[in-house]
């Protein structure tokens, strides 16, 4: 049912293998598949979720990791409200990659995107990146920072909850920056209700 | 204008929407509004029965007959089926759908409007489920709505979403590759079906922008390199197997590259370059050839230079791994191959200032790579050799006026360092050049000699053979080769020989304008070679390729006229190879061999019958007492006694007044052949001259052949004055005039006028004397041309007299030899 009251674009970007496409379908779906495979070029999920009783639909664009599909999913941070960058917490090559990110992201996204720091696969055993240390860098680089399992549902969907409900205050103090098209009719961000329940077919 | 309109559209929305709440909170069915009514009947009870097809007739109907309340109805549809969804009863979203897709189809254009919100948040619905069936749904019910034309322009309405979406549908990575296959080409679909709504106004979206160009470029190339093989024809059978994603891909490519303006050329060349740097396409370079071939068949004919363009200033862009140097090198040379399996495509199409762009882009990365060049890097040497292919390539699909222009641009970017004060790139950037220019020299089809060396590009060939390495200078005795050789003798005159009969050469007689180019050039190229058999410096294979060119002038430029000549250089090589004290035994020996050679084809060419005669005397003496003065050459002739040494054997050598005397029995003119040499022996000795020209001048030898200029009253031709515009000819002053006779031609009076001219001409070669014609030619160039403009006007007609031209006066009389279109080329002649 189209009566979402406000309409948000979330992009997943990190290194291959971070677990960016596990984490979406653990928000979205509530599972975490097994043998996920790469992604390829750029993957669309769609969840509307509930903050103080208002319906926010978030748009959740999650990216390829490989470095040959940079082109294209560069073209995809231009028009985010949020992004979470994501590392995995046993692999120190994905998280020395963020300063890399972080560029890209500087080029390409709006500057006042929502950027979430999120260290993923705490369930593993073998910590290499120990979770001060991405404390720090995100604050240091002025980013939420959140870690998460997205096989054990730690902090996923408070990873999101948590970014509607920061736009959500940012648009509803008017500091969502306009995106071109984003706020369209066609894109939705309209606070009509229509007739929600009652006009069922008998 | 537009905000305005936006508000107001804005504004009718919204109070159409507070009308349309207000009337429907009542819920009881005995009260809702018919509309609602009509959309519910259309539903079957199971989704299986399909559309209520009765039921949808009175729909369409009612909204044909109430276009007012179409906005509702869409909204209402809309609203059932986003319930639908979110029940998973994909039945009857499928329904709504079907439903949605008639009423758009049915509706008038100027209600169309009111309809489309709903129906676009409908698609856009579907597109956000996973379920691939309803994606593949609405994309079929996007593209249909894609072709419908609207009228009026929604200037709120944006494509981003779908752009987004489709674009990530390119890439689908289901599981069951049947079903990827179909959400890719369902999302390639998509795309095409925005290129078309979108393409046309820019001002309902700019589809050309860099956020969609990004994303839908690299879509298609995606699904276009996942095809098992690439076939690249230059027209696409859009109906053959576009069922596979890479035919579709490719078809779109083609069709955005072809709407495509001059603007937005640019837009799309930089994903696809940025793509093929990302994915590694350019090593094998087999795609990115396909592809760009691709672009190459589909853009605009006129903007096809932008497509070369971008690519050469993408040769040095960095790419992966740019870090290391070679795989640097190597990219480069890929994508130059790239370029020069394009270039051709371009050429066609190319116009004056594009084309010398082209080359002169593709000279300055030569000799970006020249200065990289570190001696045995072979990359580089790819490289280089894949631009010079380009430029190859490129010149071959020119027409040949334009190969000409090309060489003298060339050329004149040859470094000309005095001999052994070059810098070693410099050298080896002559040596690029120069096989440049051979590479261009190639494709060219020699016609006239005076068309291919006109004097100014004669002039520098020589002037960079003069001051070169010995294999530049091969290489530049190649080039002439290559230019002179009109009639495939070439390869059997590699080497000297005596046995010409067995060669098979073929000889035709020399036209009357080779004749005339022999006589204005002769002296210079003649002396030019000699010079070049002076050097100590010299291989064999030097010695060979002059060797090779004499013989080549000799033969397509044969004629009684200039047997004399012919000999003089004969005699004059001979004396050299006695006499030049800076040369090796070898190179003395070697001289001689060529010396004979030459001259046994003398009679060869012309009938002189006791010239063949006197030299079967002299070879049969050498074959017994030397035949170290023999061909075939030889790298070394170690063993000779001093006793052998030419110099040591007057009696075998080719005597000037016997030779005298055979071309006197045959009623030659022999007064040339019978005065001293103008070689100078052993110019390496002399002051070093500039130009063969002057000093033929300066000598008062400026014509070797009995022909050079008409009466005194020819030689005030305007054009010795620079900045006059000058008609292209006294009778043809007026436009009307040139008009009637670039249709007719020449009128008769004018041809009787031209032959009488010419008759005149000639008796004055004979009769005047020496002095006389020495002090006429002493503007030699203006001459020449005049000369030559005369003859090039009973063949080419200028279409209309010349502008008047601001060019300095040399350029001026060389832009008069070529023909008339060459007019619409002017910075062709800046350089
Ligand atoms: N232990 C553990 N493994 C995880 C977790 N999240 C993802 N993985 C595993 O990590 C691997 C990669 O996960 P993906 O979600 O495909 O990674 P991605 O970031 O989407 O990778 P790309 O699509 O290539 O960019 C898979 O084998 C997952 O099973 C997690 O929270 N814990
Ligand atoms: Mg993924």
Redesign the pocket.
């Given at each position: 049912m189209e009566d979402y009251k406000f309409l948000f674009k979330v992009v997943?970007v990190?290194?291959?293998?971070?677990?960016?496409?596990?984490?979406?379908?653990?928000f979205t779906q509530g599972l975490?598949?097994?043998?996920?495979?790469?992604?390829?070029g750029v993957?669309f999920m769609i969840k509307t979720v509930e903050v103080d009783g208002e319906k926010v639909k978030l748009q959740i664009w999650?990216?390829?990791?490989?470095e040959r599909f940079r082109s294209i999913t560069q073209s995809y941070y231009r028009s985010a409200h949020a992004l979470i960058l994501?590392y995995?917490i046993?692999c120190q090559p994905t998280f020395d990659c963020l300063p890399d990110w972080l560029r890209e992201i500087e080029e390409y996204a709006n500057n006042k995107v929502l950027r979430i720091l999120v260290g993923?696969?705490?369930?593993?055993e073998d910590r290499e990146i120990p979770r001060h240390i991405g404390e720090d860098f995100a604050q240091r680089h002025g980013m939420y920072f959140l870690e998460?399992?997205?096989?054990?549902a730690?902090n996923v969907e408070r990873l999101f909850m948590e970014i509607a409900v920061e736009l959500m205050e940012q648009a509803k103090c008017k500091e969502l920056p306009k995106y071109d098209g984003s706020l369209g009719p066609i894109n939705g961000k309209t606070t009509s209700v229509g007739d929600s329940s009652c006009c069922l077919r008998s | 204008m537009v905000p305005l309109r936006k508000i107001l559209h804005r504004a009718c929305f919204i109070i159409s929407r507070t009308v349309y709440m207000t009337c429907c909170c009542g819920c009881c069915s005995a009260l809702r509004p018919r509309y609602k009514r009509l959309v519910d009947n259309i539903f079957p009870a199971s989704p299986q029965d399909g559309l209520v097809k009765s039921n949808m007739e009175k729909l369409t109907f009612y909204s044909l007959s109430s276009p007012e309340k179409l906005d509702r109805i869409g909204e209402y549809l809309f609203q059932k089926a986003s319930r639908d969804i979110y029940r998973r009863r994909h039945g009857f979203v499928i329904i709504a759908m079907e439903a949605m897709d008639q009423l758009l189809v049915a509706c008038h254009s100027q209600t169309l409007n009111l309809f489309v919100e709903s129906f676009l948040k409908m698609v856009q619905k579907l597109l956000e489920s996973t379920d691939p069936q309803l994606q593949i749904l609405a994309t079929q019910s996007f593209v249909r709505f894609a072709n419908i034309e609207e009228d009026t322009p929604s200037y709120h309405r944006r494509y981003d979403f779908f752009v987004s979406k489709f674009s990530a549908m390119c890439h689908s990575n289901h599981i069951d590759k049947s079903t990827g296959d179909k959400i890719r080409l369902a999302g390639i679909q998509g795309l095409q079906g925005v290129i078309r709504k979108t393409v046309s106004d820019d001002l309902v979206e700019n589809i050309w922008e860099a956020q969609h160009m990004d994303k839908i470029v690299p879509s298609l190339l995606y699904n276009m390199q996942s095809a098992e093989k690439y076939e690249t024809v230059s027209c696409m059978d859009s109906a053959v197997g576009a069922e596979a994603p890479a035919r579709l891909a490719e078809a779109c490519l083609r069709e955005l590259v072809g709407r495509a303006s001059f603007g937005h050329i640019r837009s799309v060349l930089r994903p696809v370059l940025t793509h093929f740097d990302r994915h590694e396409l350019w090593i094998p370079n087999e795609f990115a050839v396909h592809t760009f071939k691709i672009i190459m068949f589909s853009v605009q004919a006129q903007y096809s230079y932008s497509v070369v363009e971008a690519l050469m200033q993408h040769l040095d862009g960095a790419g992966p791994g740019a870090g290391d140097a070679r795989a640097r090198t190597r990219l480069r040379a890929a994508r130059a191959t790239v370029l020069s399996n394009i270039v051709a495509i371009a050429a066609g199409d190319s116009v004056g200032p594009s084309v010398l762009e082209i080359i002169n882009n593709l000279l300055t990365n030569l000799r970006a790579s020249v200065a990289r060049d570190s001696e045995k890097e072979s990359d580089e040497k790819l490289y280089q050799e894949a631009l010079i292919n380009a430029l190859g390539e490129f010149a071959d699909h020119l027409p040949d006026f334009q190969k000409i222009d090309i060489m003298m641009f060339i050329v004149n970017k040859v470094p000309s360092a005095p001999r052994g004060k070059g810098t070693r790139a410099d050298s080896m950037l002559q040596s690029i050049l120069l096989k440049s220019l051979l590479k261009v020299g190639t494709t060219y089809r020699t016609a006239e000699l005076s068309k291919a060396f006109p004097a100014a590009f004669l002039e520098a060939l020589l002037r960079v053979g003069s001051g070169a390495e010995p294999a530049a200078r091969a290489l530049l005795q190649r080039i002439l080769h290559t230019l002179l050789d009109r009639r495939a003798n070439a390869p059997r005159l590699t080497r000297p020989t005596l046995e010409y009969a067995e060669l098979g050469l073929t000889v035709e007689k020399c036209s009357r304008q080779d004749l005339i180019f022999i006589s204005k050039h002769g002296y210079a190229l003649f002396g030019s070679l000699y010079d070049g058999l002076q050097l100590e410096s010299n291989t064999m294979e030097n010695i060979e390729a002059i060797y090779t060119t004499v013989a080549l002038i000799c033969i397509e430029l044969g004629s009684e006229e200039t047997v004399g000549d012919m000999l003089q250089l004969v005699l004059a090589i001979q004396q050299s190879g006695i006499s030049n004290p800076v040369l090796s035994v070898a190179q003395q020996c070697q001289l001689q061999g060529v010396a004979i050679s030459l001259a046994v084809l003398v009679p060869h060419v012309c009938t002189v019958p006791r010239l063949a005669e006197y030299l079967n005397k002299i070879i049969e003496a050498r074959r017994e007492e030397a035949p170290h003065m023999l061909p075939p050459l030889m790298e070394s002739y170690d063993d000779l006694t001093s006793s052998k040494l030419p110099a040591k054997l007057p009696y075998l050598m080719m005597d000037q007044m016997a030779l005298c005397e055979c071309v006197k029995a045959s009623g030659l003119d022999t007064a040339r052949l019978a005065a001293p040499s103008p070689y100078s022996a052993g110019s390496v000795a002399a002051p070093h001259r500039h130009s063969w020209l002057e000093a033929g001048a300066a000598q008062g030898r400026d014509s070797l052949a009995d022909i050079t200029a008409g009466p005194p009253t020819e030689l005030d031709s305007a054009n010795s004055s620079p900045g006059v515009t000058r008609a292209a000819c006294g009778s043809e002053s007026a436009h009307l005039e040139a008009w009637r006779r670039a249709a007719g031609g020449p009128s008769e009076a004018e041809r009787r006028d031209l032959q009488r001219r010419r008759a005149t001409l000639n008796s004055a070669f004979r009769t005047a004397p020496f002095d006389h014609l020495k002090h006429i030619t002493a503007p030699k160039y203006e001459i020449q041309d005049k000369l030559e403009e005369i003859f090039n006007s009973i063949t080419e007609e200028p279409l209309l007299p010349m502008s008047g031209s601001c060019s300095p006066a040399g350029q001026k009389s060389y832009q008069q030899n070529v023909p008339p279109y060459t007019k619409y080329f002017p910075e062709l002649f800046l350089y």
């Open positions: 997943l990190g290194n291959a293998g971070v677990g960016k496409t596990c984490l979406v379908r653990r975490f598949p097994p043998g996920q495979g790469a992604t390829i993957d999650d990216t390829a990791g490989q994501v995995d046993s993923n696969k705490t369930d593993r998460t399992s997205a096989k054990e730690e | -």
